[in-house]
């Protein structure tokens, strides 16, 4: 079974950047459609961003486009997120999830993942 762990969470300033990153143990990582989520204090847990393969088109929901930007790195079993800007509605648990290859359609369907990590927290707060 894939182990997910994040880290790289911590306390910023509005406008301030942070990087997430999210290891994997196992194989065939190059094949899995990684994913960030993340879960605001008693609200869903919310879709963030996913990439399904290298090469391919990584997509973003549409309140952190234009400001996240997600990688991944098959050499290491990694995924990043990198967040900039940040403001006050981004301060949540941040989860990494992974998944065989996924639709199109489903990338945004936090139960469509098999394995995720613990998480790690990021405040946004002056």
């Known amino acids: 079974q894939v182990q997910l762990v994040e880290s790289g969470g911590g306390l910023v300033p509005p406008g301030g950047s942070l990087r997430l990153s999210c290891k994997a143990s196992?194989?065939?990582?190059?094949?899995?459609?990684m994913a960030w989520f993340r879960q605001a204090p008693g609200l869903e847990r919310e879709y963030v961003a996913s990439n399904r393969r290298s090469g391919e088109t990584t997509y973003y929901s549409e309140s952190v486009k234009g400001r996240f930007v997600m990688t991944r790195d098959n050499a290491e079993n990694a995924v990043y997120l990198q967040m900039n800007n940040l403001k006050p509605a981004d301060t949540a648990v941040y989860y990494c999830?992974?998944?065989?290859?996924?639709?199109?359609?489903?990338?945004?369907?936090?139960?469509?993942?098999?394995?995720w990590g613990r998480g790690t927290r990021v405040t946004v707060s002056s």
């Open positions: 999830a992974d998944a065989r290859r996924l639709i199109l359609s489903a990338l945004h369907l936090s139960h469509m993942y098999d394995n």
């Open positions: 196992g194989s065939s990582f190059n094949t899995r459609t």
